[in-house]
């Protein structure tokens, strides 16, 4: 960018001299599209130079985190880009200070600009302009400009200047970083979208609807720490496995997936229950990070004979609805995994004898309706009586649905799994 300016700035002259006014409007106009953050400052700070006729100029930008300045863009005899000033008493604490444009005159340093300086290229400020960079009234920046030269003090032109260029450049600077930001946020909603799809896949397919197991899984955002898992065997037994990850977010989501993946193929191999938690919590406790751990049931079914053998680590206590509805519950024996490297967990036995079983996480129990107590096992049970009659699968959708209705709020992932051992479900 090229308009003429003035080459004496120690002459003051019109602020609305032609030359001035081209001079600003074609700035003014490179700052109204400019969304590259990047090019902004060096073309803010340049063409600051450029028109007050400054020897060297530094761009700072405010770091929210340590309440320090932070040089973004820099020009002249001393490179101070990426140099660190925390705001004091020198010019550029007054400028923020006030929010409003500073100068330093008669040959005294500035101490805040030379602290960012080595020592040994010491910079004689003899005279400087400091101008805020602001949004909504908020400083969050400065430019500052300055000059060594005994005669090359600044004048009202180069103030005005300054301030109309700088107000220019903070709105420029707020866009591109906006700018900034939307695209980080596209990304990331990218991220999660892919997040999602490849959690979906790890639950089980549409080829399973022949088994007498069901399950469902409704994340309360778009990735879940929960999940739930089942197959066949080729001896006609049945592995399965319900988890919940504590924390939310990616890095549950992240150990939702191992969790998942090292049960699929443990549950292949072994089939003791016990010594499946074992060796996931084991590798578990080896990688997590952030003090996260998983509770989980995995266990085998047998549909020939209704026999079911299962453990469980620190998980909600599973649910046995028997022929007669009658209810038994089984608290966990151990605690959740990745806690302790050594741990020991034990597998239970029973026959369902026509029964069913419920596997479900705690967002299940902490459904709450209005401003009364939580759903708890009292109310699941009282909701699994009245839809008896329906078959396990339409069951469980009329229970989620029941729960879409206004008034109950959800504050967690759901996660239920039934496994149907009723006569009609086996054949």
């Known amino acids: 960018m090229t308009a003429p300016i003035p080459n004496d700035s120690s002459t003051v002259q019109d602020p609305d001299s032609p030359d001035d006014v081209q001079f600003l409007a074609a700035y003014s106009q490179f700052f109204a599209v400019s969304r590259d953050l990047a090019a902004t400052l060096d073309t803010a700070l340049a063409g600051i130079i450029q028109g007050t006729n400054a020897e060297?100029?530094?761009?700072?930008?405010?770091?929210?985190?340590?309440?320090?300045?932070?040089?973004?863009?820099?020009?002249?005899?001393?490179?101070?880009?990426?140099?660190?000033?925390?705001?004091?008493?020198?010019?550029?604490?007054?400028?923020?200070?006030?929010?409003?444009?500073?100068?330093?005159r008669d040959g005294r340093?500035?101490?805040?600009?030379?602290?960012?300086?080595?020592?040994?290229?010491?910079?004689?400020?003899?005279?400087?302009l400091c101008a805020p960079l602001a949004a909504d009234g908020r400083p969050f920046g400065a430019i500052q400009v300055v000059?060594?030269?005994?005669?090359g003090s600044f004048n009202e032109r180069d103030s005005y200047l300054l301030q109309t260029m700088a107000n220019s450049a903070a709105l420029a600077v707020a866009?591109?970083?906006?700018?900034?930001?939307?695209v980080r946020q596209e990304v990331t909603?990218?991220?999660?979208?892919?997040?999602?799809?490849?959690?979906r896949n790890l639950l089980p397919n549409g080829d399973l609807a022949g088994l007498p197991v069901y399950g469902v899984n409704r994340p309360i955002r778009q990735?879940?720490?929960?999940?739930?898992?089942?197959?066949?065997?080729?001896?006609?037994?049945?592995?399965?496995?319900?988890?919940?990850?504590?924390?939310?977010?990616?890095?549950?989501?992240?150990?939702?997936?191992?969790?998942a993946s090292l049960f699929r193929c443990l549950g292949k191999r072994s089939d003791d229950p016990a010594a499946i938690l074992a060796i996931i919590n084991r590798e578990i406790h080896e990688t997590s990070s952030r003090g996260m751990f998983v509770t989980m049931v995995a266990g085998t079914y047998d549909p020939g004979s209704g026999l079911l053998r299962f453990a469980n680590a620190g998980h909600e206590p599973p649910l046995l609805r028997g022929q007669d509805h009658c209810y038994s519950t089984f608290p966990a024996e151990a605690p959740p995994?990745?806690?302790?490297?050594?741990?020991?967990?034990?597998?239970?036995?029973i026959n369902l004898e026509g029964g069913e079983?419920?596997?479900?996480?705690?967002?299940?129990?902490?459904?709450?309706?209005?401003?009364?107590?939580?759903?708890?096992?009292?109310?699941?049970?009282?909701?699994?009586e009245g839809l008896s009659d329906l078959p396990i699968s339409e069951r469980l959708e009329a229970l989620l649905s029941e729960l879409d209705r206004e008034g109950w709020e959800v504050r967690d992932d759901l996660t239920v799994l039934v496994i149907d051992d009723s006569r009609g479900a086996r054949s």
Not at 67 to 75: F, K, P, R
Not at 109 to 128: C, F, H, Q, T, W
Not at 175 to 182: K, V
Request: hydrophobic share 45%; with cysteine.
């Open 337 to 349: 995994l990745g806690i302790l490297p050594d741990m020991e967990f034990w597998t239970q036995e």
């Open 189 to 199: 909603q990218r991220e999660l979208d892919l997040a999602a799809e490849i959690q």
């Open 56 to 104: 060297a100029g530094a761009l700072f930008l405010l770091d929210e985190a340590t309440g320090e300045l932070v040089c973004h863009a820099a020009a002249g005899p001393l490179d101070l880009r990426d140099a660190r000033v925390t705001p004091g008493q020198g010019i550029l604490g007054r400028c923020l200070r006030r929010n409003a444009i500073e100068s330093l």
């Open 357 to 384: 079983f419920y596997i479900f996480s705690d967002g299940l129990m902490e459904f709450h309706y209005q401003e009364h107590e939580e759903l708890g096992i009292g109310g699941l049970i009282q909701m699994i």
């Open 109 to 128: 340093d500035d101490p805040e600009l030379l602290g960012a300086i080595d020592e040994k290229n010491r910079l004689i400020v003899r005279s400087a």
């Open 147 to 151: 000059n060594q030269r005994p005669r």
């Open 223 to 259: 990735v879940s720490g929960d999940f739930f898992d089942y197959f066949a065997l080729p001896d006609g037994r049945i592995p399965f496995a319900l988890g919940d990850v504590s924390g939310k977010g990616i890095h549950a989501a992240l150990l939702m997936a191992k969790a």
């Open 175 to 182: 866009n591109a970083r906006l700018t900034e930001e939307l």
